[in-house]
C-alpha cells in the first residue's frame, strides 16, 4: 500500500478506536492519537504528557493564548504539556481564515481537533479549560480552569 493510505488506515484505526462510547474519566487510558498543530504538521502522540490541556471554545483558547505566551519558550516541553483546540464545530472556512491565522500567532504548538466525535471523549466544562492529569497515560485527575489563576494552580 502506498504511505498516504497507511497512514489514513492509521489515523482512522485510532480515531475509531477513540470515539467509542467512553468518555475519558479518572483511572481511564488515553490512547495514542494523530492530529495537527495550527501549521498543519502532524503529531503523532503515542507517549502520553504529563499534563494534556483542551480548549473547547473562544474564551478557554484566549486563555491557553495569554497564559502559555507569558511562559518560557521551553515551559511545555520542561512541564510535559500538551495543548489542544477544539475547532471541530469551526465552519471549514472560517476555520482557515480566522482561527488557525490566529493560533499562528502563538509561540507554542496546539494541536487542533476537527472531528467533533474525537473531541466528545473529553469531559468539558462551559468556558473552562479541561485539564487532564496523565501518568503513563492513565488519568490521574480531571481539572477546569476558567483563569490563569486557576490553571496555575492546577499545572503545579
Do not use: W
Amino acid at each position: 500500500m502506498k504511505p498516504f493510505i497507511i497512514k489514513t488506515l492509521m489515523i482512522l484505526s485510532f480515531t475509531t478506536y477513540l470515539i467509542g462510547d467512553n468518555m475519558i474519566e479518572q483511572n481511564s487510558t488515553v490512547e495514542p492519537f494523530i492530529l495537527n498543530d495550527q501549521f498543519g504538521d502532524e503529531h503523532n502522540i503515542s507517549k502520553m504528557p504529563k499534563i494534556m490541556i483542551c480548549s473547547f471554545g473562544k474564551s478557554s483558547g484566549q486563555l491557553i493564548s495569554s497564559y502559555f505566551n507569558s511562559q518560557d519558550e521551553n515551559y511545555l516541553t520542561t512541564n510535559e504539556i500538551i495543548l489542544l483546540a477544539d475547532v471541530s464545530s469551526v465552519p471549514s472556512i472560517l476555520r482557515k481564515t480566522i482561527i488557525l491565522p490566529k493560533m499562528k500567532k502563538n509561540s507554542f504548538k496546539i494541536l487542533t481537533i476537527t472531528e467533533k466525535e474525537f473531541a466528545k471523549q473529553f469531559p468539558q466544562k462551559e468556558d473552562s479549560l479541561t485539564i487532564l492529569k496523565l501518568d503513563n497515560g492513565v488519568v490521574n485527575s480531571i481539572s477546569f480552569a476558567k483563569d490563569e489563576n486557576e490553571l496555575k494552580e492546577v499545572i503545579h
